[in-house]
């Protein structure tokens, strides 16, 4: 058994960083047991799978977005740490996250390529997106990894961020095996986000320039501006057109937009994967993810 650790910033959902973990070891036989070791101190959940996996799960567990810790349940041969079901055992650490790396590829860190107002472009740290309806801010790193793992089940493969902003997603997709596409409205960012990938559009996420059924797999956090409307549900359909049968969605979507995204889902005949609300600092969100039937 492994024993996960909750980021605290994400520990309201628990269910988020579950879906997360089976996501991105689903091939190698893991299960969600309901209870397991340290329940009483919070904070944690756990997966089970063969002993034969072991290692190439503990390979991926550098991609988590919502742990910060993994470790192993083992029997204590000497004192134990904790008991469960009457048996002692002790936890052996398989990986702790790289705080200082973290940080480093936060977006208020990273140096991105920057066109402001048809200017020069110069390289910026900390840009986070404008003010205006179509623009975000910066996805933290925690939740672009959130996203790509949580479809990791249809790739790698070929993966469409279509609000791709400063480029979390991409970033996260490209380190976990992918070959990422990005698209955004905003000119001013082709520069950025072609460094990232040469494969970035400048273009609407309703209307793109690409062949149905051509990707495996989209990942997105859309804009979360009351202005914007149905865009997200809207580019969702989009989606729809582009991901193949069998392939997979996210969205990290504000709460006021979840409704209108999970009517467009149904109607589309996506299956639900994941439906979590997600507390980011007092910003309310919801994580949703879909498999394309």
């Not at 110069?122 to 997106?129: E, F, N, S, T």
């Not at 960012?189 to 793109?208: E, F, Q, S, T, Y």
């Not at 062949?211 to 501006?225: K, N, Q, V």
Request: glycine residues 12%; hydrophobic residues 45%.
């Amino acid at each position: 058994m492994l024993v996960f650790h909750l980021r605290a910033a994400r520990g309201r959902a628990r269910a988020a960083a579950v879906a997360e973990a089976l996501a991105l070891l689903h091939d190698l036989a893991p299960s969600a047991p309901a209870g397991g070791p340290l329940s009483e101190r919070g904070g944690v959940f756990w997966v089970e799978l063969p002993e034969r996996h072991l290692a190439a799960a503990t390979a991926r567990l550098p991609r988590l977005g919502y742990t910060t810790a993994v470790d192993r349940l083992v029997p204590a041969t000497g004192a134990a740490e904790v008991r469960w079901r009457r048996r002692p055992w002790r936890l052996a650490r398989l990986w702790t996250e790289d705080a200082a790396g973290h940080r480093e590829a936060a977006p208020d860190r990273r140096e991105f390529l920057f066109e402001a107002g048809g200017g020069p472009v110069r390289p910026v740290r900390g840009y986070r997106g404008g003010g205006g309806p179509l623009t975000r801010r910066g996805l933290p790193v925690c939740d672009a990894r959130l996203l790509v793992n949580l479809v990791a089940p249809a790739g790698p493969g070929r993966l469409l961020d279509p609000f791709a902003g400063v480029g979390g997603v991409a970033l996260a997709a490209r380190a976990a095996g992918w070959t990422t596409v990005t698209a955004d409205l905003d000119p001013g960012l082709r520069h950025g986000l072609g460094r990232i990938g040469p494969a970035h559009l400048v273009a609407d996420a309703r209307a793109l320039p690409l062949r149905s059924g051509s990707l495996d797999a989209a990942a997105t956090e859309p804009p979360y501006d009351r202005e914007v409307g149905p865009l997200a549900a809207q580019a969702l359909e989009e989606l729809h057109r582009l991901v193949r049968p069998g392939g997979a969605a996210a969205v990290l979507c504000a709460a006021w937009q979840a409704a209108g995204l999970r009517a467009a889902a149904a109607g589309l005949g996506w299956e639900v994967a994941l439906d979590c609300p997600v507390d980011r600092k007092g910003l309310e969100v919801v994580a949703l993810a879909w498999r394309r039937p």
